[in-house]
């Protein structure tokens, strides 16, 4: 009889390991995605965020993806929301988006992407080197070398005299950007003036004066200017000044050039650390931000043939 129940308890024992093993094997992650707003760039990095999870994880991952309509107090409440439900991680694309996704749990994993300067946007020291956020945080960063973007605006326009950066207050990764190039093109000897707006509803006018005064303007990445790049290509190319942009998509519709990552493959990178959190226990606190590998000189063909400008030989057009 004794032997009868040590046969049943060992059985017992191995079944309930199976499903335990069974359960891990079969569960199914829920993530939310919360973009800042549509535009391409932000696009083409959700969509390789997307792809490499459901590529890694096939049907044992839900993901939903929501768009705040470039409005920060409408991704807080999608945040919430997730939060709510009770995701197992959240990613956050573009800086409002990230800020509202970290404010709103300390608990839930959260991966930023297209985010520009992690220590500007959490106000981490200037200094900070650590490249981990120490909190429930992490992700990839969208920063091109802005010394490198500086010279290639001097590269095309070495006459000009009076440079404008046109940006949104609003976003400080991009007032991180400014700070960072105003000195360096100063350095070419530019007269520099700074041009802010405060929201979409500002930028045609703000562009307008821009352009008015300008031989030339910078636009860093900035998420309001991308989503209103037709309204200052409307302003800035009948006047006949030319924009050198922070990244493809915004180049795109405004710019003549530009220095630029693959955002699609910047999610991918994202999706590949979400994997590394969901499957693998990793802690985002301790996962150091990364940076696109290569950048890529680009450039608007339709605008460059407008203002009569020549390209280089090694820039590639913007499909």
């Given at each position: 009889?004794?032997?009868?129940?040590?046969?049943?308890?060992?059985?017992?024992?191995?079944?309930?390991?199976?499903?335990?093993?069974?359960?891990?094997?079969?569960?199914?992650?829920?993530?939310?995605?919360?973009?800042?707003?549509?535009?391409?760039?932000?696009?083409?990095?959700?969509?390789?965020?997307?792809?490499?999870?459901?590529?890694?994880?096939?049907?044992?991952?839900?993901i939903t993806v929501q768009n705040g309509a470039g409005d920060q107090p409408s991704c807080a409440t999608i945040a919430s929301q997730f939060v709510s439900d009770g995701v197992d991680l959240i990613m956050a694309n573009a800086t409002p988006a990230l800020i509202a996704s970290a404010s709103a749990t300390d608990k839930i994993p959260v991966l930023g992407t297209s985010i520009t300067a992690y220590a500007a946007a959490f106000e981490l020291e200037e200094n900070w080197e650590d490249r981990s956020t120490q909190k429930n945080v992490s992700g990839t960063s969208d920063l091109a070398p802005l010394d490198e973007q500086a010279a290639m605006l001097n590269a095309f326009f070495p006459d000009a005299k009076n440079v404008g950066i046109l940006f949104c207050s609003a976003e400080p990764n991009s007032r991180f950007q400014v700070e960072t190039i105003?000195?360096?093109?100063?350095?070419?000897?530019?007269?520099?003036?700074?041009?802010?707006?405060?929201?979409?509803?500002?930028?045609?006018?703000?562009?307008?004066?821009?352009?008015?005064?300008?031989?030339?303007?910078?636009?860093?990445?900035?998420?309001?200017?991308?989503?209103?790049?037709?309204?200052?290509?409307?302003?800035?190319?009948?006047?006949?000044?030319?924009?050198?942009?922070?990244?493809?998509?915004?180049?795109?519709?405004?710019?003549?050039?530009?220095?630029?990552?693959?955002?699609?493959?910047?999610?991918?990178?994202?999706?590949?650390?979400a994997y590394e959190i969901l499957v693998n226990g990793a802690d985002p606190a301790s996962m150091e931000i990364r940076y696109s590998p290569t950048f890529t000189k680009k450039y608007n063909a339709d605008v460059c043939s407008a203002l009569g400008i020549e390209v280089p030989e090694d820039y590639v057009a913007i499909g």
């Open positions: 009889m004794k032997k009868l129940l040590a046969l049943l308890c060992a059985l017992a024992l191995v079944f309930a390991l199976c499903a335990c093993g069974s359960s891990g094997s079969n569960k199914v992650y829920n993530v939310g995605v919360c973009q800042l707003v549509q535009h391409p760039a932000l696009d083409q990095a959700t969509n390789g965020f997307v792809d490499t999870l459901k590529d890694k994880l096939g049907d044992k991952v839900n105003k000195p360096l093109l100063e350095g070419f000897g530019y007269t520099v003036t700074t041009y802010e707006f405060a929201d979409s509803n500002e930028v045609a006018p703000v562009a307008t004066t821009a352009c008015g005064e300008c031989d030339a303007l910078y636009i860093p990445t900035d998420n309001t200017a991308a989503s209103c790049a037709e309204a200052i290509n409307n302003v800035a190319l009948p006047a006949g000044v030319p924009i050198i942009a922070g990244e493809e998509g915004l180049c795109g519709g405004c710019g003549v050039a530009t220095l630029s990552i693959d955002y699609y493959a910047l999610g991918q990178i994202t999706g590949e650390m």
